[in-house]
């Protein structure tokens, strides 16, 4: 369970970046809209597990966070990429490029050699 | 591990700091979070209440959000500690004389095994302060003369220079008797007499000036130079910085100070730490009247070495032996059969070796002792505390708590008893060692332990408070929950009788039969010393002085020396209260004492170095009526046996029996020290004594006049028929009167047997006072016990009670039940004492190992407080009113 979970994590943690890449500075409610909407409704996640992920990014200083006004001027707590944060997302995505390559492969239909 | 990774789990340490607010933060974040999503809701057409399910639906709570969050923050392990921690230290403070009782009885034991544990690493563990301490081994002489294991000069010489492929280098130093005078103040001491490469080998430099060297150290008489300590150089000189160049009285010589070893160098042995250093050259002018630099025999050198890199000390010992057979084919009548060994130094060449392991030894075994009685007085404090939670427990148990849980906790708690013990025990050790050191014992060595807390006392101190914590604290807490639930639950105790839980019982068992063990032994030093007061010493030491000089040391001559001798003999014979005074060179009991070969007449044996041994002294006329020996024949010396008359001796009755069986000794003549010296007749007979120690059995003795053997190392006896406390001062102005720079000591003749008897002494008090501790411990825990078991029974009582019980069955039912672990404890502790005080056999002067009065005594101590420990729970039992009782559910 542990196991899937780590890659649920990394996985979440891969999609926050990216969002923060695309968007800049925004709240969790935000992200979590967010990323809901890119997948086109295909996944449905509990918003509450977004909030260890974001911790978890922060202790690691990929992300900052800081407190502001959200568009309906209510506070809400915003969270920004910062340079090593940039730096593993280009990372992660070119892993993430290379894993799903070689995935590709193998569900490919064979191809006679 | 990652660096992003590190740097995550010290935000999530220091995160365990300043929680409130960060939690409050999150509140906060997720009522954003939700108001945002109600308001995204809203405007999607939901009803408010619709929009607000909806949001916290998809949030998946806030409890299980903050849960999760919590978890990715922290550390949940070490927080739940924390929470054990504190909830430990919490229920501590609720009991506070359970608390105080604890940490005392611990911080005793723990205090105590730390400042015996500060021995044994000065004594084995803490290397010799010089560089590379671990080539340094020290060359023992098996056949040393008079047991000692030391070398002379001719032979260090030869050994130095025919080992130059294993050693780097021997060196060599002996401890020379000194009278030291500067600024008008006189001081016996003592110092090294060192070889000129000493310093050079051990590769230690002067924190002032410089140290000796090979070049102070060639000319025989010719280096009039010393190097001070760093402890005398504060002494002596105030710590004054321009110290070099300044002189010292020494032996009646002046000597210039060349330098100031650093704080911390006490030279090469651990017990012995000179206070001044001088080159082997001056030997001469440092022991006056006694050159012994060219002498083979002569053998008073301790040699040390450094190894060779790469040169194992068995190699080196081989080398070395080869050598001592070349020495002995070159020199048989010096170097028969001398062997030699190397063992590590710091032992006076491993000579104190065996004894310093025996004595450490000895006192660890006691001090753990001590401990382990604490640790199980409070497993059995801390198992009763558990028993009070056995509902609690039970209900955590059944609600799902992990055993291994719920056993942490209770261990947390323990674990802050072991720590402040420790620390508490740290504090005790530091005052006992400050105590130690300053208490000088009763001997003339220059004793001097350097005992402190390094870090090695430090782990020592940590790991034994954490093993106790974790020892006793792991059993109660694993017995505590292993609960019964269902009976637990309902309260009910799971017998209606005492709980006969065998371990518990066992622990008193254990108690008592330690604390018996120990003041058995305790006792039995203690009945020894009574014994020793009455013991056959050969001499009366009651109503006596003694007054030590040694006139060589102050560059008497032999005719000054007489003179003086004479004249303060006269002095003190007129000195009102004296009835008889007389000067030996060396008094009863002294470890000193030395054995030389004597050549009976008639009996010569093949080979000189064969020749048999009789304890040897001189002294002058009326020294066995001043010490109080009695004479058996014949007569004592007188003024007439001078230089010019037949050289005479007085012989005991042991040496009289044992050469001549059967005869009359007197007239009969021998020899003694060699063939070539002159025959002595023997005049009289004195009753036999003890000469070097209270234990040793009846040593043939001679006795020389002082007239015809001269020496200036002398002691003079006194007998008075008043307070011999008056005559001390009075002596000792005598003295000052004759030669006011001459140091001498004077003290009651009493003061002698305090050093042989100083093992029984510190044993006595030693077992003594842990025996007493021991006992305390046992009635603690007794005491503990017998009222747990008491308040677990109200109810049963209270039935008895009723049903018609009477207050004094009660009372005997509870304290038998209380007292049978305690009489087993005894019986086995009575059958262990039997064993192991045979041991100590030889530290009890005759006193059986059995000695009826010590064991019947100490059990009936023991009983009888066991007892009381038991009464005072057992009056309240039968107290206990059964209507209360009944009720108190």
């Not at chain 1, 449905?44 to 502001?68: D, H, R």
């Not at chain 2, 025996?358 to 640790?375: I, S």
Request: proline share 5%.
């Amino acid at each position: 369970m542990s196991d899937k979970a780590d890659v649920w994590q990394g996985t979440l943690a891969l999609m926050v970046l990216k969002t923060l890449e695309a968007l800049g500075p925004l709240h969790g409610y935000g992200i979590a809209r967010r990323i809901e909407q890119t997948s086109g409704g295909l996944l449905s996640i509990n918003y509450g597990t977004l909030y260890p992920a974001l911790l978890k990014l922060e202790q690691e200083g990929y992300i900052s966070s800081e407190w502001g006004a959200s568009d309906n001027n209510r506070k809400a707590k915003f969270y920004k990429l910062t340079r090593a944060g940039r730096k593993q997302l280009t990372k992660e995505t070119r892993e993430w490029e290379r894993t799903t390559a070689i995935l590709a492969r193998f569900f490919a239909p064979l191809e006679e050699s | 591990m990652h660096v992003r990774q590190v740097r995550a789990w010290f935000v999530r340490v220091s995160s365990l700091f300043g929680r409130a607010r960060r939690e409050r933060e999150l509140a906060e974040e997720l009522e954003s979070h939700i108001q945002m999503h109600v308001e995204d809701n809203l405007r999607a057409g939901m009803s408010l209440e619709e929009a607000r399910r909806q949001a916290l639906v998809k949030l998946g709570g806030v409890a299980q959000t903050t849960e999760a969050w919590r978890r990715q923050r922290g550390l949940p392990l070490i927080e739940t500690l924390v929470n054990d921690f504190r909830y430990g230290l919490r229920r501590l403070t609720k009991s506070p004389a359970f608390t105080f009782i604890a940490v005392l009885s611990l911080a005793l034991g723990i205090g105590a095994n730390t400042a015996i544990f500060s021995l044994v690493n000065t004594a084995f563990l803490r290397p010799l302060p010089v560089e590379r301490p671990e080539q340094i081994v020290s060359v023992t002489n098996t056949a040393g003369s008079r047991g000692f294991p030391a070398f002379s000069y001719p032979n260090f010489k030869d050994f130095r220079e025919r080992s130059r492929d294993v050693f780097e280098d021997l060196y060599a130093y002996r401890f020379s008797p000194l009278n030291v005078s500067h600024d008008g103040t006189s001081e016996r001491l003592w110092g090294y007499v060192v070889t000129g490469n000493y310093f050079e080998v051990l590769g230690v430099k002067a924190a002032i000036g410089r140290t000796l060297t090979p070049d102070d150290d060639r000319l025989p008489g010719g280096h009039p130079v010393t190097v001070l300590s760093y402890e005398g150089w504060r002494r002596r000189f105030g710590g004054d910085p321009a110290v070099v160049g300044k002189s010292l009285i020494v032996n009646g010589r002046s000597f210039t100070v060349v330098g100031v070893m650093p704080q911390g160098f006490y030279g090469t042995e651990i017990i012995a730490a000179p206070e001044l250093w001088f080159p082997v050259a001056m030997q001469a002018e440092i022991e006056v009247g006694n050159s012994w630099l060219d002498k083979r025999r002569v053998e008073n050198l301790l040699i040390q070495g450094r190894l060779k890199p790469g040169i194992s000390p068995e190699q080196a010992q081989m080398t070395l032996n080869a050598i001592a057979l070349q020495l002995e084919r070159e020199f048989p009548e010096d170097n028969e059969g001398k062997r030699v060994i190397l063992s590590s130094p710091g032992f006076i060449s491993g000579m104190m070796r065996g004894a310093v392991i025996g004595f450490t030894g000895l006192l660890m075994v006691v001090v753990a002792f001590v401990l382990l009685l604490a640790c199980i007085n409070l497993a059995n404090l801390l198992l009763a505390r558990a028993a009070e939670r056995r509902r609690e427990i039970a209900v955590r148990l059944a609600l799902g708590a992990s055993r291994f849980r719920l056993v942490q906790q209770l261990m947390a708690e323990s674990m802050l008893l072991a720590v402040a013990s420790g620390a508490c025990g740290l504090l005790l050790a530091y005052w006992l060692i400050d105590l130690a050191v300053r208490l000088k014992p009763p001997v003339d060595v220059p004793l001097a332990i350097n005992l402190h807390l390094d870090y090695r006392v430090m782990v020592f101190t940590c790991a034994v408070s954490l093993a106790t914590g974790l020892l006793f604290g792991l059993l109660p807490a694993w017995q505590a929950t292993k609960v019964d639930l269902l009976p637990a639950l309902k309260d009910e105790s799971s017998s209606g009788v005492l709980q006969r839980s065998w371990w518990k019982s066992g622990l008193i068992v254990l108690q008592v039969a330690l604390s018996l063990v120990l003041l058995v032994g305790g006792g039995l030093m203690l009945r020894a010393l009574q014994r020793a007061q009455s013991l056959d010493l050969g001499f009366n030491p009651k109503n006596a002085v003694e007054v030590s000089f040694d006139l060589r040391l102050q560059g008497y001559e032999q005719a000054r020396g007489r003179e003086f001798q004479k004249r303060l003999l006269e002095r003190v014979r007129a000195l009102p209260g004296v009835q008889h005074a007389g000067f030996v060179d060396l008094a009863p009991v002294d470890l000193h004492f030395s054995r030389d070969s004597v050549f009976i007449e008639g009996q010569m044996p093949e080979r000189e170095s064969r020749a048999p041994r009789a304890m040897v002294s001189r002294a002058s006329h009326g020294y066995f009526q001043a010490l109080g020996t009695r004479l058996v024949q014949g007569r004592d010396f007188t003024e007439r046996d001078d230089e010019k008359s037949q050289p005479v001796a007085i012989v005991n009755e042991t040496f009289a029996r044992h050469f001549w069986p059967g005869e009359d000794p007197l007239g009969k003549r021998f020899r003694q020290g060699g063939t070539e010296m002159p025959l002595l007749e023997v005049v009289g007979v004195v009753e036999d004594g003890k000469y070097a120690g209270l234990n040793e059995a009846p040593q043939p003795y001679v006795v020389r006049p002082l007239a015809q053997a001269y020496t200036g190392a002398n002691t003079l006896i006194i007998r008075t028929d008043r307070d011999p406390r008056e005559l001390l001062a009075t002596v000792r102005n005598e003295v000052r009167l004759l030669d006011p720079h001459l140091p001498s000591s004077a003290k009651l003749l009493e003061e002698r047997l305090a050093m042989p008897l100083l093992p029984v002494r510190v044993a006595a008090s030693l077992l003594g006072s842990f025996g007493l501790l021991a006992l305390a411990l046992a009635a603690i825990g007794i005491y503990g016990i017998m009222s747990y078991a008491v308040s677990r029974r109200t109810r049963e009582i209270g039935i008895r009670m009723a049903l018609g019980a009477q207050a004094s069955h009660v009372l005997r039912l509870t304290i038998r039940q209380g007292m049978a672990p305690v009489l087993f404890g005894v019986a086995i502790g009575l059958a262990a004492a039997l064993g192991l005080t045979r041991l100590a056999k030889n530290l009890l002067f005759g006193v059986s190992a059995a000695d009826p009065l010590t064991y019947v005594g100490v059990a009936a101590l023991l009983t009888g407080v066991a007892l009381l420990a038991c009464y005072v729970p057992a009056r309240r039992a039968s107290k206990v009113d059964p209507l209360v009782a009944l009720r108190n559910e």
